[in-house]
Nanobody, 124 residues
Framework: EAQLVQSGGGSAQAGGSLRLSCVAP??????MGWFRQAPGKEREGVAA???????TYADSVKGRFTISKPYAKNILYLQMNNLKPEDGAMYYC????????????????????WGRGTQVTVSS
């Protein structure tokens, strides 16, 4: 049974918007994040948020993507605006009990719970 349940994503044109959601139905995690992997490329951290609500973003999405996690709710969102074709990838939600901030929060190494992924396709 999936520990993180993802929804959202799909297809959009360049300049458009999509929103991803991730529910952790059983446990509360200190840090949650979004990662993506395009064909032939390594998985990369997109955004993360810690238990204090402090976000961290990859440079490639700053100013366009917003990660949020409503207080006391185990739901994680990624609002993606002004999408670019290079944003197209499989997006994964991830979580860990450890509290991570900054660049470390964008490394997949310390995340031990993962969603199954959702596809995002952006056409030019």
């Amino acid at each position: 049974e999936a520990q993180l349940v993802q929804s959202g994503g799909g297809s959009a044109q360049a300049g458009g918007s999509l929103r991803l959601s991730c529910v952790a139905p059983f446990l509360t995690y200190s840090t949650m994040g979004w990662f993506r992997q395009a064909p032939g490329k390594e998985r990369e951290g997109v955004a993360a948020i810690d238990s204090d609500g402090s976000p961290t973003y990859a440079d490639s999405v700053k100013g366009r993507f917003t990660i949020s996690k409503p207080y006391a709710k185990n739901i994680l969102y990624l609002q993606m605006n002004n999408l670019k074709p290079e944003d197209g990838a499989m997006y994964y939600c991830a979580a860990t009990f450890g509290r991570m901030t900054g660049i470390r929060a964008l490394s997949s190494v310390d995340y031990n719970v993962w969603g199954r992924g959702t596809q995002v396709t952006v056409s030019s």
